[in-house]
Each structure stands twice: as C-alpha cells, then as structure tokens.
C-alpha cells in the first residue's frame, strides 16, 4: 500500500503559474506508474498526466507544451508543474499511485489539491 498527499494548489490568475507536488508515504522507485488527473465540477475526472517508473511520461492534450510532470525518488514524490494555467485549468487535482502484482492493479489515490484559475 501507499499514502499519498498532494500539495501546492490555490488561486492564481490566468497566466500564471503553480507547482503541484504529491508526497508518497514509500518509495515510489517500483511504483509502475503515478499520475495526475483532475475533476472539474459536474464533470468525469480525467487524466492530465502520467510518469512510469522508467520515466516515460504523457500527457493529455489539453495541457501538452504547459505542464510537466517530473519525480524525485529520493523525496518520494512526483511533481506537476503548470504553467500558462487557463481558467479551463480550475479542478480539484489528484495523485495516483499504480501498481501492478501479478495481473492485478492496485490503484491508489491522494485526497486532492484545489486549482483555481481566474480570468
């Protein structure tokens, strides 16, 4: 099992920029993939990044060329890095944790950060 806790939302204005950073409660080393994905209000969560533990990365379209998803294993925690935020960006932002044993996936999920993007 993992913990997760994510930091570093707020309120920033269009433009701006916010660091996201979710901290894992063990080493995230062979964790097989942690991601971002985000809820906006009345909508389906949805990915925004991901980060494999070899350090293949991707990202939904929609934030391509703007954020960057990075880890530091050290700290055991993954980082999303958001720059030119657009109000669209407004969403409670979540960590994910996947790991595989077996065939089976174990998917584990931080509480949430806030993200709000004034015009």
């Known amino acids: 099992q993992v913990q997760l806790v994510e930091s570093g939302g707020g309120l920033v204005q269009a433009g701006g920029s916010l660091r996201l950073s979710c901290a894992a409660s063990?080493?995230?080393?062979?964790?097989?993939?942690m991601g971002w994905y985000r809820q906006a209000p009345e909508k389906q969560r949805e990915l925004v990044a991901t980060v494999s533990s070899g350090g293949i990365t991707s990202y939904a379209d929609s934030v391509k060329g703007r954020f960057t998803i990075s880890s530091d294993a050290t700290k055991k925690t993954v980082y999303l890095q958001m720059n030119s935020l657009k109000p669209g960006d407004t969403a409670v932002y979540y960590c994910k944790a996947a790991m595989w044993s077996g065939s089976t996936r174990y998917d584990y999920w931080g509480q949430g950060t806030q993200v709000t993007v004034s015009p």
């Open positions: 063990r080493s995230i080393f062979n964790i097989n993939t």
